[in-house]
Each structure stands twice: as C-alpha cells, then as structure tokens.
C-alpha cells in the first residue's frame, strides 16, 4: 500500500486510541450544511415552478423552504397583514421538477412554518438595519431559516447573480431561543471568497478542485455554509475535491461523494515530510 495512504488511514482512525477523531468531530456540520442545501434546492426549483402556474404576482409576499422527513418543501405565503400559505411546492430526495408536487390551495401556516416565518421577518429586518451586515455587486443574500430540534436558526448566504463563480464568504448566522426572540447574530466567514470556474483559461484544462482557508475565528472546521455552498456548485464547476484550511485542520470535501474527511496539519506536515524523502530518495 502507498505509504502516504498508509500515513493518512492511520491518522485517520486514531480515535480507536482515545484521541478525538475531527472527521467524526465535524459531523454535526455536515449535517447542518446538507439540512441547508436540501432547503436551498427546494427554493431554488420551487420558486420557478411556483412563478409557472401561479398568476396573481401582486399577492406574493415571499417564500421560505425547509424540510420535514424526507421531503423538502418551498412555501409561498401572501402579501397581507396576516399572511397565509398561497402555494407549496413538494420535493423528494432527486428534486427532480416532473414529480414535484405543486398545491396552490390557500392554507394557515403549520405552527412550524410560523415559527420559520417569524425568525426569518426578524433576520431580514435585522439585516436592513445592521451595518454588521454586508452586500456585494452581482450578489443577493439568502437567508435559510432553520428549526433542528430545539435549536432556531437562520442562516444567510451570498450567492451569486452571475454564472462561472462560486461564492463561500460573507455569511452570517442568526440564533434565536424557543420564543423566538434573537439571542446572537455573528459574521461567519470575515471576507467574501469568489471562486471562478468554466471561463476561457479553464476550458482546455480539467480542474480538479479548488480550496478557500479560514481565519482562526470563523472555526476550525468547515462551515455549514461551505457544505451547502459545495453541493449546490460542485457539479457546476465540474470539481472533484474542495479543501479548506484552517490553522488546525485540512478539511477535505469529496465533490463525488458529498463526505468530509478531516486530516490535522501536523499531519499534514509528516505527509509533506515523507514525501520530500521520497523524492531525494527516487533522485539518487
């Protein structure tokens, strides 16, 4: 077997000795940022589907998605004082459109979906009035309101108004208690990070993947963020692989495979390490 291979698998399952396994540490964020990007899709394909067949433009107030089982669904509520449900659009796992289910009856929201409507009003009026929040020319922020458990979130991303670049960066989280009542808002990553792909330089060359690093304060693993980022543009921009560096940890997105592996960077080092002796040793 490859030494290096040999290097990594050993590294890999060093939790059978006691020691904390951060592939295994990290995956309550994974989850998290999958949770994110079923939502996303939903809203993605739910809004043109719900624009296609719904006539009355002037009563839409907004829309929101989240994911109950294993169905993910796009909620379309009315511009009134008191808003109701005026269309939901219903996804299995594939998201494929011809056998999503479009029901425009008019409906009150679940106390689920008020709960979602709620903390995603409150974020959105607070990111019209708080300069912590930033945007960005050929960009819109998303906001993802999320319920998991007891925990009520809403996330918000850049994405991107143009093709040929994928956006991790200028993210935010917003937490709020089971009143609904905001108790923390923080700044993810601290800069904007634009990843462009598939422009002319690219086209006679394959691109195997891409990285973006983190600095000390956004964490030391990949964000929910990044994970929702990746699975929505990883097939876009034809990447296999995406690492992010932080100070403690390569994190190693499979684009293939949608799973995380995380190396430490003193591992890392040795591996850089044995590889330089092999290389002197093949010059000799």
Known sequence: MNRTLIIILSLITISAFGQKNPTEEAQPIVEEGKLLYRSEMAAW????????????????GGYFSYTANDTSKCIFFSKTENPIVIGTISFDSTYDINTAKTDLSERKFTENETDL?????????EINSDTLFKTYN???LNLIP??????KKVYVLTGPQKNGVV??????LLTFDKDNKLTHKKQLHKNIIPIYYGGEEEKDKQIEGAMHSHLPETGD???ATDVCTLMLYEKFAK??????????YLNIWNCETDQLTVISM?????????????????KK
């Open 266 to 282: 003193d591992a890392v080092e040795k591996i850089n390490k044995d590889q330089e002796k092999r290389k002197k040793k093949k």
């Open 146 to 151: 999320l319920i998991n458990g007891k925990e």
């Open 167 to 172: 956006i991790f960066g200028n993210d935010y």
């Open 45 to 60: 394909y739910g809004t043109d589907l719900f624009l296609e067949k719904y006539n009355n433009r002037e009563n839409i």
């Open 138 to 140: 050929n960009t819109r």
């Open 117 to 125: 409507y709620i903390i995603r009003k409150l974020s959105l009026a």
């Open 239 to 248: 990447w296999k692989t995406h690492n992010v560096v932080t100070k403690k």
């Open 221 to 223: 693993f990949i964000t």
